[in-house]
């Protein structure tokens, strides 16, 4: 099993990048986030990879931390979320985001993904809301906020996204805003705080 890649980028696919690591070029499967954040063919990178085998094919997946490939894999543990699809999703949002979309329940932000609906949205946020607590990734660390009590900071996000603020911005604001202020902050405070937020 591959961990991790360090080598020199020797292009790049509409999906993938290929990584030449001491003169053997591996094909590397990335979101659109990670490759915008990989430098020019010529240059040195070093990805966190996922291996996936199968029967007839082994792939590569990489990511710019070990933070993202704990979210690679979260988003798999749910049914109906392949590998193609939680890429698709952490295109759409990075780990604060998605980690704030999480915390928040804010099904809106994660059915933005290509091929994600609904359903499937309401699924994500109910499913790793406890998984990624168990596993050590939680939202309530990565995000700051409490999964008992998502009330206040739903409300907070909402009158965020009705000031004409995106979800995932306003999501990852509230989120900053719960960790600085404690839990029990009213929602008043918390959208004040989420203002200074995204005035930064």
Avoid: N
């Avoid at 029967?55 to 894999?73: A, C, M, Q």
């Avoid at 939680?86 to 295109?91: C, E, F, R, S």
């Avoid at 932000?109 to 499913?127: N, T, W």
């Avoid at 907070?156 to 000031?163: I, N």
């Amino acid at each position: 099993m591959i961990g991790k890649l360090k080598g020199i980028v020797d292009s790049h696919g509409e999906d993938f990048v290929i990584l030449d690591v001491q003169g053997v070029g591996y094909i590397v499967h990335c979101s659109g986030r990670t490759l915008q954040k990989l430098p020019r063919p010529g240059e040195a990178s070093m990805l966190a990879i996922e291996t996936q085998m199968r029967e007839d094919s082994i792939k590569l997946f990489g990511f710019i931390s070990e933070t993202e490939r704990d979210w690679f894999r979260l988003l798999q543990s749910v049914q109906g979320v392949g590998a193609k699809m939680a890429l698709a999703i952490q295109t759409v949002l990075d780990v604060a985001e998605l980690a704030a979309a999480i915390a928040c329940q804010d099904k809106a932000s994660l059915a933005r993904a290509p091929g994600v609906g609904p359903k499937l949205a309401a699924r994500i946020a109910s499913e790793l809301k406890d998984k990624a607590a168990a596993s050590g990734a939680p939202p309530a660390r990565l995000a700051g906020l409490d999964r008992g009590e998502p009330a206040a900071a739903q409300d907070a996000l909402l009158a965020l996204v009705h000031l004409g603020y995106g979800r995932p911005q306003a999501a990852a604001a509230v989120a900053a805003s719960v960790a600085a202020l404690g839990e029990g902050a009213p929602v008043a405070e918390l959208i004040l705080r989420g203002l200074k937020e995204l005035a930064r």
